[in-house]
């Protein structure tokens, strides 16, 4: 008998994620690896649907922005001196930054660039947005006590920090 999707235990499965119009967004080449049981190692919702299931099982969870990448939120956009920026800034391009007033280190992505000011956005790109999570679990093993200890999988060969 296969093992069942538990606290612990580490779950492989291959996903695909689609919009709210079923456009494909991001699909898995190969298995993905987390550590179930509350670790923050994939969407809490997609967790509660796995949780008692077996190798095999498929599963389709609708996710609300709540529920995956957040609300947007307009105050996530700055706008900046285009001096503090490389030469060669352009769309879509990323930097890491902190918020006014705080420690807290965000991604941000250029969204556009003029003369003297380059605006960037620390939404998450599907921010606001309704997706639908499809998976299949691939296998279910226990987690190792080193897993367990630091609370996600690791690959082969050790760490993967």
Avoid: W
């Avoid at 995956?68 to 990323?94: C, L, T």
């Amino acid at each position: 008998m296969s093992l069942t999707i538990g606290k612990n235990t580490v779950v492989s499965l291959e996903y695909e994620l689609v919009d709210a119009d079923g456009a494909l967004i991001e699909k898995t080449d190969a298995p993905i690896s987390y550590l179930h049981g509350g670790h923050d190692g994939i969407f809490p919702r997609v967790e509660e649907a796995l949780d008692g299931k077996q190798a095999g099982h498929t599963c389709e969870v609708k996710l609300e922005p709540d529920d995956a990448f957040g609300e947007y939120d307009a105050s996530n956009i700055r706008v900046e001196p285009r001096d503090m920026f490389p030469k060669n800034v352009a769309v879509g391009m990323q930097f890491q930054g902190s918020a006014q007033g705080s420690d807290h280190v965000v991604l941000y992505t250029v969204t556009d660039v003029a003369d003297d000011k380059v605006v960037v956005d620390a939404n998450h790109p599907l921010a606001g947005k309704t997706v639908t999570f499809k998976c299949t679990v691939k296998d279910v093993r226990k987690g190792t006590a080193e897993e367990i200890t630091h609370g996600h999988v690791h690959g082969e060969g050790g760490h993967h920090h």
